[in-house]
T-cell receptor
């Protein structure tokens, strides 16, 4: 099994629908992140969490919300999806004690909003 | 604020040729620097990182990068390209050295290998 698992891997939805992307990890890492990847823009940080009680906005949090249900689970929600949220979404984790904050990524969730 | 600029969104080299992917950074503090690689339909994985000490850093698959503070650069090289190196490469910088630091990514460079 993968260290960082994202579900679903692919999702097509319609404008206005609520969507949840889920992430779970077996690394035992305390930090979890949601990034969005768009062609030519690299990865941009949506939200991050340094522990269960600590949630922080990243550079592009508008239109998104998150929930850290447990140390191992971090979900990303789109309350009312819009077409410009079509992108590849990555969950990542890191270890507070790793020093350089090396990220371990999931395989990605491709979301298409029609 | 920290930032990363990758020069060239697409680089194409012949198999066996030198690979050079360019990365310049902006940081107000001594940076942690990273290169990540993304193979098709996969997540990103760490190629190499610079934290402190030796400025020439060796990574997986024969890649290496050199931290040049005077040039604010962290270019990625490999002496001889292989077809399996075709992927997208991302340079990244940590926005600090505290426990609260985050990773900022460049826009990526797609590497193609010609037979």
């Amino acid at each position: 099994d993968a260290d960082v698992t994202q579900t679903p891997r692919n999702r097509i939805t319609k404008t206005g629908k609520r969507i949840m992307l889920e992430c779970s990890q077996t690394k035992g890492h305390d930090r979890m992140y949601w990034y969005r990847q768009d062609p030519g823009l690299g990865l941009r940080l949506i939200y991050y969490s340094f522990d269960v009680k600590d949630i922080n906005k990243g550079e592009i949090s508008d239109g998104y919300s998150v929930s850290r249900q447990a140390q191992a689970k971090f979900s990303l929600s789109l309350e009312s999806a819009i077409p410009n949220q079509t992108a590849l979404y990555f969950c990542a984790t890191s270890d507070l004690n790793s020093g350089a904050n090396v990220l371990t990524f999931g395989a990605g969730s491709r979301l298409t909003v029609l | 604020a920290q930032s990363v600029t990758q020069l060239g969104s697409h680089v194409s080299v012949s198999e066996g040729a030198l690979v050079l992917l360019r990365c310049n950074y902006s940081s107000s503090v001594p940076p942690y620097l990273f290169w990540y690689v993304q193979y098709p339909n996969q997540g990103l994985q760490l190629l190499l990182k610079y934290t402190t000490g030796a400025t020439l850093v060796k990574g997986i698959n024969g890649f290496e990068a050199e931290f040049k503070k005077s040039e604010t650069s962290f270019h990625l090289t490999k002496p001889s390209a292989h077809m399996s190196d075709a992927a997208e490469y991302f340079c990244a910088v940590s926005d600090g050295r505290s426990s609260a630091s985050k990773i900022i990514f460049g826009s990526g460079t797609r590497l193609s290998i010609r037979p």
